[in-house]
């Protein structure tokens, strides 16, 4: 695999994908204080917090990073801190960016009420330039948390202790915190649709609200790639939104075009240039990359080649940071040793990954299947939470060519009586029939594990202990599918009233294998050594691969978490078993 790279990069920049180079991050000490009684906004914290702790931003104060490390559940929570903005940006507008705040959080600047944002996992922005003064601003953030069933949690534990494979919470800022400095004419956003087949990208463009009039404006699209001009087109704007197709067909390189793909994980650079009269007022550096997805049959194709997808599930989770990533090398540690022990991929399971992650995954060719988080409990409140969320982050993460694959449902989590209830079903249709309405290009895998409703990816889990059992179970592919039997026992592959329809199929969680010298758990009975280990790793993994109609597989998993311990790695990234010998294993 021959790493690609792009033209900007900057480290620790919170967003690649959507680089400027006028911004300043505010991860950091914040003064910090508790609010279990909510109070704060009545008595009006954010005249003056008055905080009577410190936090390390971007550590949730449940982990030992934040400097707090306190497990217990605290409702509310507010952070403070100053921010001076420079001489250089007064005739700016001002943008903080959120990139992950769990899970209602509402800012005030120096007392002056900007708004809210209500989710977990997807990033937001405020346009703070108003209520801005000179010299130092103060910043207010209160987070409101809840152990609402309702509210997408994933794997947040709501009730006081640990339990099963659910792990502490996460209250509050979790990932980057950042000003960045733009002119009032500036580019809020970009689409970015390959079209492989016609050699061609779309760009669909959005202008931001501060934009009062188009006269004069032109918007220049460049493209490169290895630093060689592919394309450069210039057009004027009369309108919010803009449509630019591009050919990147190129006669200067024998290939013509370059597509990425995991053994050639190939960017083409893009410069996006506004002008006023001629003059640049905005300039963001994306990038993306060349790639088909596309479901042929009982097969799953990228770039016109069938696609054998070996994943990691990837629970994302650090020893002292949980959720959060401790350090943007830590992020290139985990797809590195992901992509040593042989997988071509991860599904990210029940968490939207740092944005960081995806651009590493994008450079280095990791495939990803991109999972949200679950509600627990069916209901006209968690509906619309969760479709809210679920497109935003749909919108934000769209243009990463790693993301290969959308799961919004996992093991009928949230949609408890999918079998036969007609509504939960109309909802998995409806988030089916909404994403593909934003992304064509994607499939999408509605309830990933069992009782499927629309999918384009039929996806089972499996924890069989034998590779001899799984596969004898497994055989007969026409009774497997037919809904005649519950899946290994416990499980329909299909909800009621649907069925196979030839889609692709894919044994989406298997393995789970702890050792019994370990405090916690794994899947089935432990091993005692590494070659009982290994022995096992083989026999299921191999299993999988000689049934012709599968198109992969995906092992539990990357790490251990808290007290699941059946990770390939310990939760500091420690390999528990040869890294050489399963890599040879998935890829013989």
Not at 62 to 82: D, L, M, N, Q
Not at 252 to 269: G, S
Not at 509 to 522: H, L, R
Request: hydrophobic share 35%; charged share 25%; net charge negative.
């Amino acid at each position: 695999m021959n790493m690609s790279s792009t033209h900007k990069y900057v480290k620790d920049y919170p967003r690649p994908q959507w680089l400027r180079e006028d911004w300043q991050l505010l991860n950091g000490e914040w003064g910090f204080r508790f609010d279990d009684q909510f109070e704060g906004e009545r008595s009006k914290w954010f005249n003056e917090l008055k905080g009577d702790r410190k936090i390390q931003v971007p550590f949730t104060y449940e982990t030992k990073a934040s400097g707090i490390g306190e497990e217990t559940f605290h409702p509310c929570v507010w952070y403070e801190r100053s921010v001076s903005i420079p001489e250089s940006a007064s005739n700016k507008r001002v943008l903080l960016h959120f990139q992950a705040v769990d899970y209602l959080a509402k800012l005030w600047v120096n007392g002056v009420y900007v708004g809210s944002h209500e989710g977990g996992y997807a990033a937001f922005s405020f346009d703070i330039t108003d209520a801005l003064q000179a010299g130092d601003n103060r910043l207010t953030v209160r987070v409101e948390d809840s152990n609402s069933t309702m509210q997408p949690r994933g794997k947040q534990r709501w009730v006081e202790k640990n339990f099963g494979c659910w792990y502490v919470q996460t209250t509050g800022i979790w990932q980057s915190v950042w000003l960045e400095y733009v002119d009032a004419l500036h580019v809020d956003h970009a689409k970015i649709t390959p079209r492989l087949g016609d050699a061609a990208v779309t760009f669909e463009y959005e202008l931001g609200d501060t934009v009062r009039s188009y006269e004069g404006l032109t918007l220049q699209t460049i493209i490169r790639f290895n630093g060689e001009l592919i394309r450069s087109n210039e057009t004027s704007v009369d309108r919010k939104f803009l449509k630019v197709d591009l050919s990147v067909m190129n006669d200067t390189k024998e290939w013509k075009i370059h597509a990425w793909h995991p053994n050639h994980p190939n960017l083409y650079d893009a410069e996006v240039i506004l002008k006023k009269d001629g003059k640049p007022v905005d300039t963001v550096y994306s990038y993306f990359g060349m790639r088909h997805i596309e479901i042929k049959g009982h097969t799953i194709v990228l770039n016109s080649h069938p696609l054998y997808q070996r994943l990691l599930l990837d629970q994302g989770y650090w020893e002292d940071t949980h959720l959060t990533p401790p350090s943007e090398e830590a992020i290139i540690e985990d797809i590195d040793k992901t992509l040593a022990l042989g997988f071509n991929g991860v599904r990210k399971h029940q968490k939207l990954e740092d944005p960081r992650y995806l651009y590493w995954a994008d450079r280095k060719g990791l495939l990803v299947w991109s999972e949200i988080a679950a509600a627990y409990e069916f209901g006209d409140d968690a509906v619309q939470r969760f479709t809210k969320e679920w497109m935003e982050v749909v919108r934000q993460h769209y243009n990463h060519p790693s993301i290969i694959t959308w799961v919004p449902f996992n093991e009928s989590w949230g949609i408890a009586q999918i079998a036969n209830n007609r509504k939960q079903q109309q909802f998995t249709e409806a988030i089916y029939h909404l994403t593909k309405s934003f992304d064509q290009m994607r499939p999408v895998v509605v309830n990933d594990g069992w009782e499927h409703t629309i999918s384009d990816i039929i996806t089972l889990h499996d924890y069989e202990e034998t590779g001899p059992a799984l596969e004898a179970r497994y055989t007969d592919k026409d009774h497997l599918l037919s809904n005649d039997i519950a899946h290994n026992g416990h499980r329909f592959p299909f909800a009621e009233g649907y069925g196979y329809k030839g889609q692709p199929v894919i044994i989406s969680e298997y393995g789970g294998i702890a050792f019994t010298s370990e405090d916690g758990w794994g899947y089935g009975n432990q091993v005692k050594n590494e070659e009982e280990f290994l022995a096992r790793y083989e026999s299921i993994t191999q299993a999988i691969k000689n049934l012709d109609y599968v198109s992969g597989f995906c092992y539990t998993q990357l790490t251990d978490v808290q007290q699941e311990v059946n990770g390939l790695l310990t939760i500091n990234r420690e390999p528990k078993v040869d890294v050489e010998r399963i890599h040879k294993i998935n890829k013989q």
